[in-house]
């Protein structure tokens, strides 16, 4: 791959990414308390959906929620509250796929209490070479663009509910996309997002668990991002995340199990 495709590709995918997660780095411990249960949402699913469960409170979520160390070869950090996205401030052109919307910029539901959010991002790996792309040849300058984008990045949101909340938010996410697979539009601060396509992955974790990769198009070019809703008891996680490298189609971009696996065990 040329180093200007390259350049091209991951500038595209750049865009969509910030247009999707910059404004995604809410508060790290707010707590919302507005006593209202959304109940009407839950449906299959998890035979324990309709038992009530205790929420987290702040300081609990907080202790739960991933820190440095917890994922091998991730770096870990508090997301600032400069960009947080209240709930009102998402709007979608197909009312049904909120949830889903919601789940991308880390906003909880209806009876939630307390949130914490982290940016969990890939840590490059040393391999000794010092060669500047100026030295290399264009193809190997491009091999190495694309290597230095190969780098995931997830925003991790942990929303603690009261009663039923939590499971009702989790199976309302779930027919969302299922409803939604052919696409919607988001739209944060005026700035709207096309989702293309929205179909099934694997994951396991929690009480229940479910992946999807969420397709965004910018002017015909699409990048693919993994979205991630893991349940324990009164307590949803959400991971959305993105690879650069994976917008050029030449790099195989996975949903992040291991940083799923690591907030599992910590709310186990």
């Not at 709007?91 to 909120?98: A, I, P, S």
């Not at 949130?115 to 190495?144: C, H, N, Q, W, Y």
């Not at 944060?188 to 396509?197: E, F, L, M, N, Q």
């Not at 396991?204 to 990769?213: H, K, L, R, V, Y």
């Amino acid at each position: 791959m040329h180093a200007t495709a390259v350049r091209r590709t991951a500038l595209a995918a750049a865009a969509a990414a910030l247009a999707l997660l910059a404004t995604a780095c809410g508060g790290t411990s707010d707590a919302t308390k507005d006593g209202k249960d959304d109940k009407g949402a839950a449906s299959g699913g998890s035979s324990d959906r309709k038992t009530p469960a205790k929420a987290l409170t702040a300081a609990e979520l907080e202790k739960a929620t991933l820190a440095q160390g917890d994922v091998q070869g991730r770096k870990v950090t508090k997301a600032g509250p400069a960009d947080e996205v209240p709930a009102d401030g998402v709007k979608v052109d197909k009312e049904g796929c909120l949830p889903v919307a919601h789940a991308m910029f880390g906003v909880a539901q209806k009876g939630s209490v307390a949130t914490t959010k982290r940016k969990v991002i890939d840590e490059p790996k040393a391999d000794g070479k010092k060669k500047s792309l100026e030295d290399m040849a264009e193809g190997e300058a491009g091999e190495a663009l694309m290597e230095a984008f190969d780098l995931t990045s997830t925003f991790v949101a942990l929303h603690s509910y009261e009663g039923t909340a939590g499971p009702d938010a989790f199976a309302a996410l779930e027919k969302a996309a299922a409803d939604c697979a052919g696409g919607f539009t988001a739209t944060v601060a005026g700035t709207p997002t096309k989702v293309a396509s929205i179909s099934e992955e694997k994951v396991t974790g929690g009480d229940e668990a479910a992946a999807w990769t969420v397709t965004s198009e910018d002017d015909g070019d699409t990048a693919p991002f993994k979205l991630v809703a893991l349940r324990k008891e009164a307590t949803v996680a959400t991971f959305f995340s993105f690879n650069l490298a994976a917008a050029g189609g030449d790099v195989k971009f996975d949903v992040p199990t291991e940083v799923v696996a690591a907030q599992d065990e910590k709310l186990a």
